[in-house]
């Protein structure tokens, strides 16, 4: 298990403005602190992400995961 934030700032990519999932232990592009959200443990970046999507359901169709530690769950969401 691994602790996971979500970035509260919206982060831009080639679909459009999003919100990402980190691994807080593993990632070299955190947001900073005061912008992170606690996911608390996660089994991987899908629980993590399905996690934020439940606890942020006004945010769930932006929410994605990081580029660089999330990787698994990272889409462009413009599909």
Known sequence: MA???L???MQGSKSGKNFEV????TCQHLPDSDNRLDL????DCH???SFA?????????????????SYPCHVELAN
């Open 53 to 69: 999507k439940s606890k942020y359901p006004k945010n769930a169709k932006d929410i994605d995961g990081c580029y660089y530690c």
């Open 7 to 9: 970035n509260k700032k």
């Open 22 to 25: 980190h691994n807080e232990v």
């Open 47 to 49: 629980s993590a992400k």
């Open 40 to 43: 608390g443990n996660q089994v």
């Open 3 to 5: 602790k996971y934030i």
